[in-house]
């Protein structure tokens, strides 16, 4: 058995696609997923399968639209994966906030031009980086108020996204581990 990590995008947020984590558990535990934890309210878990990435993003995501009425998309990363991310991180994460360095994971890597006319726009004091098929950035004034938000990136980039903040993605590389 393998583990993972599993992201939900836009769950329980704002008001809009609720999903209770002991349902979402339930769930990963009846479609046949072992040791199956989640953390927080947005959708995140941990589990160990057999499957292959593609396999389970594929199967959650379709039985969460069964089981929910809910169109979300999902990420299954490995924990190596979200290792090689926190390594991989060009900002200070010793001297930002956690809850203010954010890490964007996407469906697949974007295209370097679609990266680059990004990186050429003005975005106040946020600042952000790319790596592959991740993204870094510090928005001192808080995600809420960022202009780098899910939407704007999936709209520039042409792929889907999901965001977690620092501390969540060290906490799901922990509870992997």
């Not at 329980?12 to 072992?34: A, T, W």
């Not at 593609?54 to 169109?71: M, T």
């Not at 900002?91 to 006319?117: V, Y």
Request: aromatic share 10%.
């Amino acid at each position: 058995m393998k583990k993972y990590i599993c992201l939900l995008r836009g769950i329980n947020v704002g008001g809009r696609n609720r999903l209770k984590m002991e349902d979402l558990r339930n769930f990963l535990n009846r479609i046949g997923l072992k040791q199956v934890q989640t953390y927080i309210q947005s959708g995140n878990a941990v589990f160990s399968s057999e499957q292959s990435e593609a396999e389970l993003e594929k199967e959650i995501k379709a039985g969460i639209s069964n089981a929910f009425d809910l169109e979300i998309q999902v990420f299954v990363r490995s924990p190596q994966h979200f290792r090689k991310v926190l390594e991989a991180c060009p900002l200070d994460h010793k001297t930002i906030p956690e809850n203010r360095l954010m890490i964007t994971f996407f469906s697949k890597t974007p295209d370097s031009e679609l990266i680059h006319k990004i990186l050429e726009g003005d975005y106040g004091r946020d600042v952000i980086h790319f790596k592959s098929d991740t993204s870094y950035f510090y928005s001192p004034d808080g995600y809420g108020r960022s202009k780098l938000s899910n939407n704007f990136l999936e709209s520039k980039l042409k792929v889907s996204a999901t965001t977690r903040n620092w501390k969540t993605v060290e906490k799901l590389l922990s509870m992997s581990e």
